[in-house]
């Protein structure tokens, strides 16, 4: 999949936004950026279905032999489903982080944090700024 069409949290996830029955939905994910600098993952928390999410908050949890790291919510709404089969199969996530990697799909509730992602080249330029 092309990144082209993403939007990046400052805190390493990606965004993809589409209609469904007239709802905005958001599939999001772990950069390949912070998958890469994670590097050996050893355990994935997702989201409960069901679950209301904040914009900002934790959601989910991924651990690597290096480091714990909290996965927060880009937006704001409701968790109506979760990749289930990616707990079982962490390689999934370097092999294709924007395809199979998805992490969980929110039903958006509140728009407004949209504002707060960036796109590909924004997101590119933070990266390259924090080394």
């Given at each position: 999949?092309?990144?082209?069409?993403?939007?990046?949290?400052?805190?390493?996830?990606?965004?993809?936004?589409?209609?469904?029955?007239?709802?905005?939905?958001?599939?999001?994910?772990?950069?390949?950026?912070?998958?890469?600098?994670?590097?050996?993952?050893?355990?994935?928390?997702?989201?409960?279905?069901?679950?209301?999410?904040?914009?900002?908050?934790?959601?989910?949890?991924?651990?690597?032999?290096?480091?714990?790291?909290?996965?927060?919510?880009?937006v704001t709404g409701e968790?109506?489903?979760?990749?289930?089969?990616?707990?079982?199969?962490?390689?999934?996530?370097?092999?294709?982080?924007?395809?199979?990697?998805?992490?969980?799909?929110?039903?958006?509730?509140?728009?407004?944090?949209?504002?707060?992602?960036?796109?590909?080249?924004?997101?590119?330029?933070?990266?390259?700024?924090?080394?």
């Open positions: 999949m092309s990144t082209d069409n993403l939007l990046f949290a400052k805190t390493h996830e990606w965004v993809k936004v589409e209609e469904s029955d007239g709802a905005k939905v958001a599939t999001v994910g772990i950069s390949a950026h912070a998958i890469e600098a994670l590097n050996d993952l050893v355990y994935l928390e997702l989201p409960e279905v069901g679950k209301e999410v904040t914009a900002g908050e934790s959601f989910g949890e991924i651990e690597s032999v290096k480091a714990v790291s909290d996965i927060y919510a880009p968790v109506i489903e979760a990749n289930s089969a990616l707990p079982d199969n962490l390689d999934s996530l370097h092999e294709d982080a924007y395809v199979n990697g998805w992490i969980a799909k929110i039903k958006i509730s509140d728009d407004s944090a949209l504002a707060d992602l960036m796109d590909k080249a924004g997101y590119e330029k933070m990266c390259a700024e924090e080394g």
